[in-house]
């Protein structure tokens, strides 16, 4: 079998939990490759035995240069990919933890303000927003603007200004000693900074379905608010999850799509009851309980066909043709790493006063992370620009000491 040398090749298969993990590496530091499942092309077995020493383990990731990794972890992919992990310097006047669009904009403001800043990003800057197909509703793009160069642009800006970045690292600790914070990493490096401002934004739960991963942003959304308009016209659209956010959303696409099926997993609708009366009355809307996503399925324009569901009661299965499927099954704040060092409200989100101060002194926070956010790119971007005014006057104040 012939192997590309112009891209990465992944051989693996689709049941393999480290060949997903992989996967996702690779798309979240927007690293192009080419998918090889050994379920569909068992033809490639052999190569990978040849590569193995008669072994079949997998992932096996070929490299442009003819060098390959066999099953590796999140961290020898990032070496091999020459991301930079270590920072040049242990103390910096603002250390921001996470380097989405919040985290971005909030290092440009300091770094304006000649602040050393530095950036930790458990995977690659751009967030959530670089990895978006498409943004349609951020000022100043009339057009639109792919999630990835809009990404790269603010991460192009906060490099001219001297911020210093490190990719693949994750955060294990903020800690405080006086007026110093600490900031640990996940390698084994500490760094010292008088501010700190926790930008790690939040992920919105997935069904873990078949053919999910492989079809977002190409049919499978997250924000009927973003990407709604994209379905007007469509016959049918799928709106996964019958809670608030799952019935406010399908009946926001009621404007652009024909019908809106709504599937909830549990018996029962879990939204208001005033919500749940305007769905069951709208026209245009069908609600289908103890219903379960199988998978999801592509057409042969690579979008979005069908989604296979199944009936939790009677184990029936059925193709249920849509042409969008928009997941509402909540969301998931990245705060398990500060093992109690911030207070949390319920859900694990983080909270704050309205200057985005935490209840430790010297640590901030900004973006979807926080409690009360509005979970959009363009108040994300707000936000980092006001925690970034706060932690200058909070810089101040200590300095003046």
């Known amino acids: 079998m012939e192997i590309s040398t112009d891209t990465i090749t992944v051989i693996g298969a689709t049941w393999c939990p480290d060949c997903r993990r992989a996967k996702d590496f690779l798309s979240e530091q927007r690293v192009a490759f080419d998918w090889i499942d050994l379920e569909q092309h068992p033809e490639a077995t052999e190569l990978v035995e040849q590569i193995n020493g008669g072994s079949r383990s997998i992932p096996t990731i070929i490299f442009p240069d ?3 990794l066999v099953e590796p972890g999140n961290d020898e992919l990032a070496e091999k990919l020459g991301l930079k992990r270590s920072a040049m310097a242990s103390t910096y006047d603002v250390i921001i933890v996470g380097g989405g669009p919040t985290g971005l904009t909030a290092s440009i403001y300091a770094a304006r303000e000649n602040q050393s800043v530095l950036i930790i990003e458990k995977s690659a800057p751009g967030g959530q927003a670089g990895v978006t197909e498409r943004l349609d ?4 793009f009339p057009d639109g603007v792919a999630g990835h160069d809009l990404a790269d642009r603010m991460r192009r800006q906060a490099e ?3 911020v210093e970045i490190l990719e693949a690292v994750a955060v294990s600790a903020i800690s405080a000693d006086g007026e110093w914070l600490s900031v640990t990493t996940a390698v084994g490096d500490t760094y010292c900074t008088r501010a700190v401002l926790v930008a790690t934004g939040s992920v919105y739960r997935r069904t873990g379905a ?3 991963a492989d079809l977002i942003g190409a049919g499978i959304h997250f924000c009927a608010t973003c990407d709604g308009p994209f379905y007007r016209g469509a016959k ?4 996964i999850g019958g809670g608030n956010s799952g019935l406010e959303e399908g009946l926001f696409l009621t404007q652009f799509a024909d019908h809106v099926t709504v599937a909830e997993s549990s018996e029962k609708l879990a939204g208001s009851r005033l919500l749940q009366d305007k769905v069951l009355a709208h026209p245009k809307m069908t609600v289908v309980t103890n219903t379960k996503v199988v998978s999801f399925a592509a057409g042969a324009s690579g979008k979005l066909e069908h989604v296979v569901l199944e009936d939790r009661v009677s184990g029936e299965r059925r193709d249920h043709e ?8 909540g969301l998931d ?10 207070e949390l409200d319920e859900r694990g989100f983080i909270v704050s006063d309205e200057q985005f101060r935490t209840n430790m002194p010297g640590v901030f926070v900004a973006g979807d992370v926080r409690r009360g956010s509005t979970k959009q790119l363009a108040s994300a971007v707000g ?3 006001a925690a970034s005014i706060q932690i200058r006057y909070h810089l101040d104040k200590v300095a003046a000491r």
Do not use: C, D, K, Q
């Open 236 to 239: 049918e659209v799928l709106v």
């Open 333 to 342: 704040p990245n705060t398990a790493f500060l093992n109690g060092a911030l």
């Open 322 to 329: 849509a042409s969008g499927a928009f997941v509402f099954i």
């Open 137 to 140: 509703n951020y000022p100043g």
């Open 160 to 162: 001219n200004y001297g």
């Open 210 to 212: 078949e053919g999910e």
């Open 383 to 385: 936000e980092g620009a």
């Open 66 to 68: 003819g060098s390959h």
